[in-house]
């Protein structure tokens, strides 16, 4: 397989993209990619972390932009990766997180710390989940579970239906980064939060009454044959709504995309 690279784009502002050091560890597929900083703001003080996916394996890919190569990590089959107060926090198919400081070390487990006990429980009439991590306005971490129940409808269709999510504060040591604490939260206050394949992002309720449901969390619901609806869940009261009618067109799955503004 050829080296690849990845090229960083702004789609709100006229600047010059920046192309990215290519891979050369054979990996394939980027599940998701993710900053610390705005690169047009923070030129040489940045880094950028890659999910990569090979057979289903997920590798933790980083580097500085005054690095030239990349820093793989073992395969821990991670799912979703953010920047929080200087460290990389990863979650992995087992909902397990665990956070990297950001060094330039190539030993696997040098910058490794796992939390002490973060899985929330899965309901047993789910047979498969998926977790996130998302910031809270109030400068929280979160870890999302979405919980999906995966059936064949029939004519070779196979769809992952959404049950329910349930959210969790996550109380961090300010010093190691290790897990303190997990709250399970009814409301979600002022934050309306987005979660996919792409950044899981917040954004203010309050500021978006007009288009957003409160307490709500929304998402893409995808299927065998790549069509997908945009749905949210209400985690006060357990509903379900429909934000998009079902797209049937054939396509990547959509991200989610937050430009600058100003809030108030």
């Avoid at 050369?24 to 880094?47: F, I, Q």
């Avoid at 690095?67 to 821990?76: A, E, H, I, P």
């Avoid at 047993?124 to 919980?147: A, C, I, P, Q």
Wanted: contains cysteine; neutral net charge; charged residues 25%.
């Amino acid at each position: 397989m050829d080296n690849y690279s990845i090229t960083l784009v702004n789609p709100f502002k006229k600047v010059a993209p920046i192309q990215l050091s290519p891979f050369d560890h054979g990996l394939c597929r980027c599940d998701k990619v993710t900053l610390s900083a705005d690169p047009t703001t923070s030129p040489n003080d940045y880094v950028v972390a890659v999910i990569q996916n090979q057979n289903y394996e997920g590798y933790l890919c980083f580097k500085s932009a005054r690095q030239s190569s990349w820093t793989v990590k073992s395969n821990l089959r991670f799912t979703d990766i953010t920047f929080y107060k200087g460290l990389i926090y990863a979650v992995n198919r087992w909902k397990t997180v665990v956070s990297f400081k950001l060094c330039d070390s190539d030993s696997d487990y040098s910058c490794v710390k796992k939390m002490i006990n973060p899985r929330p429980a899965r309901p047993y009439e789910y047979n498969d989940s998926k977790v996130y991590l998302v910031k809270s306005l109030e400068g929280d971490l979160w870890m999302v579970e979405r919980f999906m129940h995966f059936y064949h409808s029939g004519e070779d269709v196979y769809m992952n239906i959404t049950k329910s999510f349930q959210v969790y504060k996550l109380k961090l040591d300010d010093q190691s980064g290790e897990l303190l604490e997990r709250k399970k939260l009814e409301s979600l206050g002022d934050n309306v939060l987005f979660v996919g394949c792409g950044d899981s992002i917040s954004v203010s309720a309050s500021y978006f009454s007009n288009c957003l449901q409160k307490d709500s969390i929304y998402y893409t619901s995808e299927y065998a044959d790549r069509s997908f609806v945009l749905e949210f869940y209400n985690v006060k009261d357990g509903s379900f709504d429909s934000h998009w009618p079902s797209s049937r067109w054939m396509m990547p799955s959509p991200m989610w995309i937050l430009p600058q503004f100003q809030w108030d």
